[in-house]
């Protein structure tokens, strides 16, 4: 009987870049992945296609799964042999419940691994300009949870021994409580002028920071910041107006849905990402090739015309007659190349090359492209040979949904006509509402055409750039200082 594991993988505060090499490793690996809330959604791009993904999302007052139906899964999936990612956000050792969990699986005699993450009181701290140690400022640092109540609803803290032993002290999870925070912190010989920072969805561009100190804290922040937070207490937080290295970017609070399917997209990302944006990929829409059905194959010699939408094409009708050991000299079928590239693949192979005005609606047609060309241009009454269709995988359609319901991306660049149709190709595969999309994005394309193609499915550009445009030109854009399109 094949043995299953559980891997209890930490994947940071945020940034995706924070997760490990052998956290990626297992993530990549897993039969199935049971994902936290605070996971950055773009992580489940990851896995594999056949991977199953479990949402144990928790917010106060509203858990998806229980703890208890959370330790059942991953025991049930590993006794099935299967190799199990238990993703929490953070590290899984810092309030992660990684004691309880592997507990059980020990107790059970199933094998486990814990690979440890960067968790936030240090990397959010660091993003927000603030080391949680300085030599001059402080020489110790708590981690506590503002989470654990007491029986009069209050934090279960030693407020006095964490007031005079620790330089500084970081709260996760404590801004429902910031007020009875400061408070007692106050109370257990706390300065009230004590620098305090609190920090909301550190490490991503959106990451929103407030200071003040014990005494003003709980005014600023009220109304302002809601968890995922954390609050930072202690002298450190002065240093935060000299090396606040993150916030001051130029496209920080943009988080960006774009394509990045060739070298200079690739290139733009990372430039954009550079300047302070976050920059999930556009949704891969994966390639499987499709036979013709034996049926129409078999009548394939009865056809008149056969068109073909792409050099693709012509390669898989020619292999798929190669396999059937088939004479083409048998066809009575004129060949027709819907463009230039198409017909030089033609000729390359031998064949002539009739020039297409159009298919003629009295002939029998067979035409022979992707989904998406055939979509676009090939005519009802022909009979379509899709040699590619499109399908996207799980991890790609619960990423792209969670990155929305979470308030991730605001912002869709799309770069070509080619990228729109993808896009709506998805939308086509997932039932995504481009109705909730539109009041959500601020939609940025690049040339006319890309726009048109967008606007049929409700989504309007906010902006039309030339189709030339530099990243810098985009960026502007973002910025909000906008280069229209040449001639608009």
Known sequence: MKRGIVYFVGAGPGDKELLTIKGLNALREADVVVYDRLVNPVLLTETKESAKLIYCGKQPC???????????????????GKKVVRLKGGDPAVFGRVGEEAELLADNHVPYEIIPGITAGIAATMYAGVPITHRE???????????????DGKPDVKWKSLAESVSTIVFYMGVKHIRTIASELISNGKRADTPVMVSQWGTYSRQQTITGTLATIANLVEGQIQNPAIIVVG??????????????????????????????????AQHLRKLG???????????????????????????????????????????????????????NACFYASNDETKTALRHAGHLV?????????????????????????????????????????????????LMEEG??????????????????????????????????????????????????????????????TTEEIALALAGNVVLAKGS
């Not at 400022?137 to 029986?151: L, N, Y």
């Not at 492209?369 to 790609?396: F, H, M, Y």
């Not at 997932?430 to 690049?446: D, H, P, Y």
């Open 235 to 268: 002298e450190v937080v002065k240093l935060r107006s000299k090396l606040n290295w993150f916030d001051n970017r130029m496209l920080h609070g943009k988080g960006i849905l774009m394509p990045t399917s060739t070298i200079e997209e690739k290139e733009a």
């Open 137 to 151: 400022h402080s020489g110790s640092f708590a981690v506590v949870t503002g989470h654990t109540k007491t029986s």
């Open 354 to 402: 009739q020039e297409w005005v159009g298919i003629h609606e009295w002939k029998r047609a067979l035409v022979i492209g992707s989904e998406i060309e055939l979509d676009q241009s090939s005519p009802l009454q022909a009979t379509k040979w899709v040699i590619a269709e499109k399908c996207v995988t799980n991890g790609e359609v619960t990423a792209l949904s969670r």
């Open 62 to 80: 509203k858990h998806t799964l229980r703890q208890e139906d959370i330790q059942k899964e991953l025991l049930i999936h590993a006794r099935k």
């Open 277 to 331: 944006a976050d920059v999930y990929e556009h949704p891969k829409l994966t390639e499987y090739s499709t036979c013709l059905d034996n049926e129409v194959f078999e009548d394939i010699e009865h056809y008149e015309e056969i068109v073909f939408y792409s050099p693709k094409a012509v390669q898989t009708f020619l292999k798929e007659v190669g396999e059937r050991e088939m004479d083409l000299r048998t066809l």
């Open 408 to 469: 991730h991306v605001n912002t869709l660049i799309i770069t070509s006509e080619n990228e729109a149709q993808k896009l709506i190709a998805f939308f086509k595969l997932t039932g995504q509402s481009t109705a909730e999309w539109s009041n959500k994005l601020r939609v940025i394309c690049m040339g006319p055409a890309a726009s048109k193609r967008l606007a049929e499915i409700g989504l309007i550009a906010d902006h039309v750039l030339d189709e030339e445009s």
